[in-house]
């Protein structure tokens, strides 16, 4: 027999056993990597888990918000008489308006009209705490950061004021102290120009009381009407609106995702909530005048920074009234529903 013969056979099969080890070195090793990769899957939590997680830690940051009192023994607003406010000091210092009380919607009493410049005052800290927390509006710069804070206001409050009168049942627009401002116009305590409170209360609360909207959805859907422009705010810069877009997004996946439905009626349940901004934002602007000048004004004190939001919500001639003896020129007050 040839030897060289012989010697490349050997060499041949020796080379076909290394292969066969190799390939079952190989094998063994991706089982491996495949069996560890499933062990991280399974480890891992699901989608749904984070999303749950991240909404749970976001409504607890709202809650204590939203429960947040002052020490009722704490000094109050200076008087108008020696102070002069601007919107960039309220917005920052919202004390300076009014103390933090706790927020009672429970609209068992017709509000005066104390109740509801206290009721509008009181929201408005509530907006601005919120806004001063939320990452988004602090990645604003300065100037963009006011322009969006005196624009969303409005949708703000409504939202609120609509799910607390969905809330409680009462025929009217609840405010935050306990008290409401009937629908009935015998009823009121002080007058309305374009009865606002009906138009609420049949275009909005109505809609959201079928709805039987849950803390969650009612905190973050206070957020989301914030964020969703309608129409966008004015005078911007664009890396502003990207940063309002994203908001924009995130704040709406969290709101569908904190419905107590199923992921195919969620949808639903959020277009239902959606198509109600068009009413919201009907409300913002037909309650920018909507209050008659009488002398029952004459309680109201009547901030320069006050004045300044008014500015952004609507522009109308301006009036004259007397206010214990002094004359101030200023645009209609904001009706406070």
Not at 42 to 70: C, G, T, W
Not at 168 to 178: A, E, I
């Amino acid at each position: 027999m040839n030897p060289r013969a012989v010697q490349m056979e050997t060499n041949e099969n020796d080379q076909d056993d290394d292969e066969e080890v190799e390939s079952a070195l190989t094998k063994e090793a991706c089982s491996q990597t495949d069996a560890s990769a499933a062990t991280v899957k399974s480890m891992s939590p699901p989608h749904s888990v984070v999303k749950n997680y991240e909404r749970e830690q976001f409504l607890s940051f709202l809650r204590a918000i939203y429960n947040r009192v002052d020490d009722p023994n704490a000094r109050g607003p200076p008087s108008i008489e020696t102070t002069s406010v601007l919107f960039e000091t309220v917005f920052y210092e919202p004390t300076l308006l009014c103390i933090r009380t706790p927020i009672t919607p429970t609209g068992h009493r017709i509000a005066t009209l104390r109740d509801c410049l206290f009721d509008f005052r009181r929201c408005f800290v509530l907006y601005a705490d919120m806004m001063t927390a939320l990452p988004e509006i602090c990645a604003l710069t300065e100037a963009d950061r006011i322009t969006v804070a005196k624009n969303r206001f409005a949708p703000f409050y409504w939202w609120l004021a609509c799910c607390w009168t969905a809330k409680v049942g009462c025929d009217g627009v609840c405010y935050s102290n306990g008290s409401y401002h009937p629908s009935e116009v015998s009823q009121k305590a002080f007058p309305e120009a374009r009865n606002v409170s009906r138009l609420s209360v049949e275009s909005v609360s109505i809609p959201l009381r079928s709805l039987d909207l849950t803390e969650a959805e009612v905190l973050i859907g206070s957020i989301y009407n914030i964020f969703q422009e309608f129409p966008r705010p004015p005078n911007i810069s664009l890396e502003s609106e990207m940063i309002m877009e994203k908001g924009r997004d995130k704040y709406t996946r969290m709101m569908i995702n904190c419905t107590p439905v199923g992921e195919p009626q969620s949808a639903i349940r959020f277009g239902t909530i959606s198509m109600l901004q068009a009413s919201i934002t009907n409300l913002k602007y037909l309650t920018s005048d909507n209050i008659e000048v009488s002398d029952v004004l004459q309680i109201v004190p009547i901030d320069d920074w006050f004045v300044v939001f008014l500015d952004y919500l609507r522009n109308i001639d301006y009036l004259n009234f007397k206010y214990f003896g002094r004359i101030f020129t200023f645009k209609a007050l904001l009706y406070a529903v």
